[in-house]
């Protein structure tokens, strides 16, 4: 049987692009797979990346490949990043297939099929994600060293199970996301994101969400925005630029350390919080999203819950770059063709500062 | 040097190592930051002195006129490592003793700081802290 168009496009264009030959001098290339599964009891974020960076004495960058697994469970976060060793690492050049270490990612019969182990903490997944809606792919937004691409694939079916601990999590028709970003450039540049997605929380709601913002470090100049808007398995509408309106409102206060010692806000890697202690962000409590044009408009309010931290050494200096990945609601409404367009889910976003 | 087997001077050396091979930039950040001072770490009571100049550190056979004391226990530094505990924290519930003048500490607290930066930046750094948490052996990097 020939492949579906659906799992034809995705194979098609969601392969790694990372270079077969490193040249010295190049900016670094960075490159991740991120998948995202929001099910009752259980939040999860997967990454699997690729990240050059230029290290003394070699002339040209050196690839790391890492793992990064959160878990939100009512015992809160745990997780890990856990760095590969390139031995123990396996990109493929056919097909969307790599292994990481003790993890695997691939793209096989119309479905991502992913396994993790961490290594330090007692966590470890076999899922299978099925494709409910086309791909976008977002080529060419211009960083300070050259461009980044995005690809998402924002609804996904994920069945299979999450082990933490001594608690295993069957997910069966669990709502997820996936996007896989590439491009070149060095962490602690001047750019930064915002980008999110929303899932409804009615399973036979046919919308679903995705929105990006790339700005300066200090959020005073915007590289692009998009909102972008699916139907179905289909996009339904895409607001560029100077239709789209993002503002945010007040800022999230993070609930105090329930014990003594505790640490407050979840930061990953673990031995970076060192670096990185403030238990104070600058994460809004809410962000309100307006888009309109050509009689179209849609509104959107996130709200904050909860956060955890990934932190990232800064390639240029010794700065730090923190990740905010934002579990949170969202509630859109707007009208689209002359169509009511309503929406109420479970939403992630995350939002970039510096330190 | 004949320390090792997950010591913390054994660790503490390694790490010097690596950072000055790994990471220079940061090992050279730490060194003019410290200098020219002796630092005097005890963790469970395992001594290990060091002389820091502007380009490089190197151990003492014994603590001579430390600017800065520092003590603390191995469970101390893996709860810091494992961000159960925050420095701040460490500190102000006398899990980590400092003792030294303000500007010293203040010297202490930058040099550790980019002590810190090449850390996370070096590649055999989480290698490293996987032995000395399990306790085991490893390469030594001769600093006198």
Known sequence: MSPQPLERLISFSNHFRRPLLREPGATPHKEWFHFCVLSPGLDLFINYSLMEAEIPGLPAPRESARVCVLVRTDAGWDGD????????????????????????????????????????????????????????????????????????????????????????????????????????????????????????????????????????????????????????GVQRRIFREGEVQITPRGWFAPPRPSTAHGTGIAKFPRPLALLAPEQRTDVPRTLDIEASARGDFVRCRFETEDLAQIIIPDDNDFGITVINEVRGRLVMEGEVAGEPVEMEGRSVFEFLSHG | MASGGGSFTGFLLRSMGLLRVEAPAAYALMCARLAPREL???????????????????????????????????????????????LADAVWDERLLLRGGPADLIAFHDGFTAWLHGAVRSPSFPDLLRDYRAGTPGPIHEQR
């Open chain 1, 81 to 232: 990043v856990d760095t590969i060793a390139s031995h123990d690492t396996v990109i493929r050049r056919s097909g969307i297939d790599a292994t990481f270490g003790p993890s695997r990612m691939r793209f096989h019969e119309g479905a991502f099929e992913l396994t993790a182990k961490l290594c330090d903490r007692p966590i470890e997944l076999a899922l299978t994600l099925v494709p409910l809606t086309m791909p976008l792919m977002r080529p060419n937004t211009p960083l300070e060293a050259g461009p980044l691409h995005w690809l998402v694939v924002p609804r996904l079916s994920a069945r299979g199970t999450v082990r933490v601990g001594e608690r295993t999590f069957p997910l069966d028709e669990a709502p997820a996301y996936h996007d896989h970003n590439w491009g070149r450039f060095r962490w602690g540049q001047d750019f930064a994101w915002q980008w999110g997605f929303a899932l409804p929380t009615l399973p036979e709601s046919p919308y679903c969400l995705a929105f990006v913002r790339l700005c300066n470090r200090a959020r005073t100049s915007d590289l692009g925005h998009g909102l972008f808007l699916w139907k179905g």
């Open chain 2, 40 to 86: 005097s770490t005890s963790v469970d009571g395992e001594l290990c002195p060091l002389q820091f100049a502007a380009e490089s550190v190197r151990v003492l056979a014994a603590s001579v006129a430390p600017s800065v004391e520092v003590q603390t226990t191995r469970r101390t530094i893996l709860d810091l490592v494992d961000a159960r505990l925050t």
